[in-house]
């Protein structure tokens, strides 16, 4: 053990790199993360490596955890972005039916109004980190709802269906499909012009699609029939709608879930339609349909820390040391080809955050993501290119993972910070989407009213196809004119940072640990440039965490510092 070590800026007796330090490591810190790695261990003795110094005897028992065989993972399925159809559920059809008992022939209308269709609700909900399952589903549909039954009997409500997705989902509309903003814009354009160009009378009130005969009726009593003028109606829960188009911004957690399709309002039976004149009306109205919703899912925040590092710095066994993950590890570049998230639990799984983040805020855990191995000129897509850089976009923290066994840290660091700036700078100079000043497209407050706002910067169009409105805030159908703007996010430089500086068992890595320490020091105090070359960059509290993955030493640490840096 003579061989110089990086100072692992612990207590004084943790400088001297040995046995008794792994196991002062080992006993419970004042944050004790608890690293749930320990509840899988092999002793598989092909999981060691021989040829490594942590392979003797007195070696920590979950080593095997740290430093599997390379074909020891699981996969994790990762999706950040998807495109989803929804329909709610149709209402089911109004009953014509009447009364019949011994002694009453002709008996007064009893049919059943139809059960309203099913809703599509959304909720956010902590423990999910991916779209993935929704990105499955690809078409999702609420039940419609039953029809109206005689003796007055009502029609079962559609199911609802629960979209359930990871808190820092953003919801964009894209496209919509209103049958009752349809009919109603309908009706308006048959009360200015009656018949079209045609000659062809554009309301007609025999109308299949919205009247039921009575079953033992004729078809030609369509034409004989007369049928009321009927509007269209919605659910009183409608007005529970967010307005349209659609832009939910989910970054908390919610504790009920929000509606975001009402379904179609169920038929009416024939009872309604009684009058004066019309005792026995042979007729009952059709539920309306439901609306067809095209959504945009996007995680806008895929973990809380986000590891930064070159390929085979020791992200994954990073990751590994301190969660539950099992990423997989492999001494080659790429061993990581999507992200892997893993949470680091911080108050022993008893609700009671031991320590509370810098804001006050409680916190029982956070989540640290295990992003793909970032190589020179990534930003031009070399590599696994933007996919992975988009990801650390999405990440609260950033934690460059250096490599001190590798070359000048200092030199990694202002490589990954390179990368990072001109993926920024790519990403603030992107074209706005071809929308503009072409008639008939407006712009439109994803958070305001969905009527258009002149004043507003022009950052996102919809195509509106109809030019009327229902007047009651809701939009029309209408398809976006190509595909959405990327989300807007915080720029890189501003978020909290720190460097896990790993390896730190191998030899020679003190004078470079020293080196980025010092470097760090002066970006905090500001004598040198920021290494993302802004003048604004977050620098309130750099620093450097020394541990060595593979042994699980120091990252108990890495906790604590992330708790100080949570909002
Ligand atoms: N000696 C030593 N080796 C380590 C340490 N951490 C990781 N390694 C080794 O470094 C190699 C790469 O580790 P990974 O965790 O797969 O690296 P990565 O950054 O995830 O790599 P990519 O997925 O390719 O980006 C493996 O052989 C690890 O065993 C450490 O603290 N000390
Ligand atoms: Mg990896």
Redesign the pocket.
């Known amino acids: 053990m003579a061989h110089p070590r990086a100072c692992l800026n612990l207590p004084m007796r943790s400088l001297l790199f040995n046995r008794a330090w792994i196991c002062s490591t080992r006993s419970p810190s004042t944050i004790s993360a608890t690293i749930l790695s320990r509840r899988w261990q092999s002793t598989t003795p092909s999981n060691v490596?021989p040829d490594?110094e942590?392979s003797s005897p007195d070696q920590p028992s979950d080593l095997s955890y740290?430093?599997p065989d390379?074909e020891d993972y699981s996969r994790f399925i990762f999706q950040d972005k998807c495109h989803v159809t929804v329909h709610a559920g149709a209402g089911g059809n109004g009953c014509v039916s009447y009364l019949r008992e011994k002694f009453i022939e002709e008996g007064p209308p009893n049919g059943g109004d139809g059960g309203s269709g099913g809703g599509i609700y959304i909720q956010a909900v902590e423990g999910l980190t991916s779209l993935h399952k929704l990105a499955r589903r690809g078409i999702i549909k609420a039940s419609r709802g039953r029809n109206g039954q005689g003796k007055s009997k009502g029609g079962k409500r559609g199911d609802d269906v629960l979209l359930q997705v990871p808190v820092g989902t953003v919801v964009r509309e894209v496209e919509r499909y209103d049958p009752v903003a349809e009919e109603i814009a309908r009706m308006r354009r048959a009360k200015v012009e009656p018949v079209d160009e045609d000659g062809i009378e554009l309301f007609t009130p025999v109308r299949h699609d919205r009247w039921m005969l009575h079953p033992g009726a004729n078809p030609s009593d369509f034409l004989t029939v007369k049928f009321p003028r009927l509007k269209p109606r919605r659910q009183a829960i409608a007005a529970m709608e967010p307005k349209a188009p659609i832009y939910l911004d989910l970054d908390q957690p919610m504790d009920k879930p929000m509606l975001l399709a009402a379904g179609g309002a169920g038929g009416l039976g024939n009872p309604h339609f009684v009058t004066r004149s019309m005792g026995r009306p042979k007729f009952a109205s059709r539920g309306e349909g439901g609306m067809k919703l095209e959504l945009d899912f996007e995680l806008k925040l895929l973990a809380d820390v986000g590891?930064v590092?070159?390929?085979?710095?020791?992200?994954?066994?990073?990751?590994?040391?301190l969660t539950n993950s099992r990423?997989?590890?492999?001494?080659?570049?790429?061993?990581?080809?999507s992200p892997h998230i893993g949470t680091v639990i911080v108050d022993h799984n008893r609700g009671r955050p031991l320590v509370e983040s810098q804001r006050k805020t409680r916190r029982s855990h956070f989540t640290i993501a295990?992003?793909?191995?970032?190589v020179e000129d990534a930003h031009l897509d070399r590599g696994l290119g933007l996919g992975f850089l988009r990801h650390i976009d999405r990440a609260g923290i950033l934690a460059f993972?250096l490599?001190l066994?590798n070359g000048d840290p200092v030199e990694e660091l202002q490589k990954l910070w390179h990368e990072l700036g001109e993926y920024e700078r790519l990403r603030s100079t992107e074209p706005e989407p071809a929308a503009k000043e072409k008639p008939g497209v407006i712009d439109w407050d994803p958070s305001g009213s969905g009527l258009p706002d002149l004043d507003r910067p022009r950052n996102r169009a919809i195509e509106i196809e109809t030019p009327d409105n229902e007047g009651s805030g809701q939009a029309l159908n209408y398809r976006s004119s190509g595909s959405l703007p990327p989300l807007a996010m915080p720029p890189l430089h501003t978020k909290p940072w720190f460097v896990v500086a790993?390896?730190?068992?191998?030899e020679n890595t003190q004078e470079q640990y020293q080196a980025l320490q010092e470097y760090l020091s002066a970006v905090e105090k500001g004598t040198v440039e920021h290494p993302s070359g802004h003048a604004d960059g977050w620098k309130e509290k750099v620093s450097a965490v020394p541990?060595?993955?593979?042994?699980g030493?120091g990252v108990s640490r890495i906790p604590k510092l992330v708790m100080q840096y949570l909002a």
């Open positions: 490596r490594d942590t740290l430093n390379p590891l590092g070159k390929p085979n710095a020791g992200k994954s066994t990073l990751l590994r040391s990423t997989r590890i492999g001494n080659w570049e790429f061993t990581t080809l295990d992003i793909p191995g970032l993972v490599d066994s790993t390896k730190a068992d191998l541990v060595s993955a593979i042994n030493q």
